[in-house]
Antibody, heavy 120, light 107 residues
Framework: QVQLQESGPGLVKPPETLSLTCTVS????????WSWIRQPPGKGLEWIGF???????YYNPSLKSRVTISLDTSKKQFSLKLTSVTAADTAVYYC??????????????WGQGTTVTVSS | DIRMTQSPSSLSASVGDRVTITCRTS??????LNWYQQKPGKAPKLLIY???SLQSGVPSRFSGRGSGTDFTLTVSSLQPEDFATYFC?????????FGQGTLLEIK
């Protein structure tokens, strides 16, 4: 059964770069969209972006100038980099697997989430 | 961006009740609508995709309906483990967007 696990620093200073990695175990990287989503404390979910297994990337325009998502198929990992962070980037960050069932895209496997706090 | 509006924001109900949560979108998204359940401190869990298709392993008391701009998630008979927050999410366009969530609490 596929599992995802986020890793990375829990504390980042502004205006440094937030870097997280998601490791995929128990399944293939191929034919899926590998996604990042975040959730500020007590708030709703915000889609950050995803990378298709071919390497194509799609980002939320609200973050696009600061976000990079990359994929390392040999390690079965994908990564998030968010530059110039501020306190507003404090959130639980989730990685997730996106797939298409018929014409429909959804995120069916999620990591447990990792809390990132931006503070000096 | 497509705006997602859920109602109600919170709901109190009892075990055995039938409850319905509504999600309205700012533009026509056909049936490109997913529903997720999130419990405190946990990641969201996919319940429904394509507006009405039940994800594998999800109990049949959960059902989804709708198309265009109006969608519903219904739980036919609430169980204790169903008390959680529910989010809708559209997969029609980029950026993917979520509703603000509906907190389902025990009465």
């Amino acid at each position: 059964q596929v599992q995802l696990q986020e890793s990375g620093p829990g504390l980042v200073k502004p205006p440094e770069t937030l870097s997280l990695t998601c490791t995929v175990s128990g399944g293939s990287i191929g034919s899926f969209y590998w996604s990042w989503i975040r959730q500020p404390p007590g708030k709703g979910l915000e889609w950050i972006g995803f990378i298709y297994y071919t390497g194509s990337t799609y980002y939320n325009p609200s973050l696009k100038s600061r976000v990079t998502i990359s994929l390392d198929t040999s390690k079965k990992q994908f990564s998030l980099k968010l530059t110039s962070v501020t306190a507003a980037d404090t959130a639980v960050y989730y990685c997730a697997r996106g797939l298409e069932l018929g014409f429909y895209y959804s995120m069916d496997v999620w990591g447990q989430g990792t809390t990132v706090t931006v503070s000096s | 961006d497509i705006r997602m509006t859920q109602s109600p924001s919170s709901l109190s109900a009892s075990v055995g009740d039938r409850v319905t949560i509504t999600c309205r979108t700012s533009q026509d998204i056909k049936t490109y609508l997913n529903w997720y359940q999130q419990k405190p401190g946990k990641a969201p869990k996919l319940l429904i995709y394509g507006a009405s298709s039940l994800q594998s392993g999800v109990p049949s008391r959960f059902s989804g309906r709708g198309s265009g701009t109006d969608f519903t998630l219904t739980v036919s008979s609430l169980q204790p483990e169903d008390f959680a927050t529910y989010f809708c999410q559209q997969s029609y366009s980029i950026p993917r967007t979520f509703g603000q969530g509906t907190l389902l609490e025990i009465k």
